[in-house]
């Protein structure tokens, strides 16, 4: 019998198809097939891997409690140094006057001064845009900036990353339009994020424990956090192959605090034991889905991947895995 010829097939994979052909004229087809076959699949299961990559970036420096029993030692910053970890910090700067302000200039300094750090504005006041108006926001804005570009300038670093308190772009349309005209007129870039896990409500658990002497919760509540930012990890990454049919560059938001100075080295080694790469944010952004159209314009601060397609991902953004920390939080403070 005549074996088919395959190279009149026409096909994205001529080349696999053309394999085959050969296999068949070489009466190997049976036994070679299924090694072939195995060859691909990990082969496209290892370029998806090598392809992972996120972006850390750490919101309110310096953060009022990060430092309560230790006399303000910049411990977040020496474990970011000690992992050679390229972080992007936004810097709160009203919180540099709300105790010992020296202490934590001297500290912003050395932020500063670090080349693994990309500075970024998070606000002076760190206030809810919705709850404000245009004007009063851009001068808390200005305010900030006054601060934080002349450091940041001093050490050689160009000041262009922008993130909202609570990630509130505005109420409506109109605030969000407003406010991204005047981001561009500044030359800030709107810093997005894909991965969050609610570690500030974690580490107001996870500090309310170590307050009472609980060193057994408190562990508890650490490796909670970091198995949920290891699921919110896995969980987008599958939306992004569902949707996108390939990785994103994955920008993970968290807080200078108590927890992730603990923990954030737990999941960065976690997650480059997944095959990650610990990238820049200059190299997140450069991936095209954040040149994608924003069409979320309500105020709550979810994911980027979600805004980008909001009609048919709503219900997913519903759906994240939930350890119930928030409720736990609520119970805290009221």
């Given amino acids: 019998m005549e074996l088919p010829n395959s190279a009149g097939i026409q096909s994205d994979y001529g080349e696999f198809y053309n394999g085959i052909g ?31 990559a996120v972006a850390i970036t750490m919101d309110d420096i310096e953060q009022r409690n990060a430092y309560l ?11 970011i140094v000690s992992l050679q970890l390229p972080v992007t910090i936004l810097v709160c700067e009203g919180r540099l006057f709300l105790d010992d302000t020296l202490k934590r200039l001297r500290n912003i300094e050395k932020w500063m001064a ?22 009063f926001y851009t001068k808390d804005i200005e305010r900030g900036l006054a601060i934080s570009l002349p450091l940041a300038q001093r050490f050689g670093k160009v000041l262009k990353y922008f993130r909202f308190p609570f990630n509130c772009l505005g109420r409506d349309s109109m605030q969000h339009d407003l406010i991204r005209r005047y981001l561009g007129d500044k030359g800030l870039i709107l810093t997005p994020f894909t991965v969050e896990s609610e570690d500030w409500a974690y580490n ?5 424990h170590l307050s009472k002497g609980d060193s057994a919760r408190a562990a508890q509540t650490g490796g909670r956090y970091v198995q949920q930012t290891l699921r919110m990890f896995d969980y987008i990454e599958e939306m992004c192959r569902q949707f996108y049919g390939r990785a994103v560059k994955q920008i993970y938001l968290c807080h200078d605090n108590v927890l992730n100075e603990h923990y954030l080295p737990v999941i960065v080694r976690e997650l480059k034991s997944r095959a990650y790469q610990m990238i820049s944010l200059d190299e ?32 997913y953004s519903r759906k994240e895995p939930d350890d119930h920390i928030y409720q736990e939080y609520q119970a805290l403070v009221r």
């Fill in 284 to 315: 997140a952004m450069a991936d095209p889905i954040y040149r994608s159209e924003d069409g979320y314009y309500q105020k709550w601060g979810i994911s980027w991947i979600y805004r980008y397609n909001y009609a048919q991902l709503k219900e």
């Fill in 114 to 135: 670090e080349p693994l750090i990309t500075p970024g504005s998070h606000t002076y006041s760190h206030v809810y845009y919705s709850d404000t108006t245009f004007a």
């Fill in 69 to 79: 029993p230790e006399d303000f030692k910049t411990n977040m910053l020496d474990s």
């Fill in 204 to 208: 107001a658990v996870y500090e309310y």
């Fill in 22 to 52: 050969k296999l068949f004229r070489r009466r190997r087809f049976i036994c070679l097939l299924p090694v072939y076959m195995l060859c691909l699949f990990f082969s496209s299961k290892m370029t998806w891997a090598q392809q992972k």
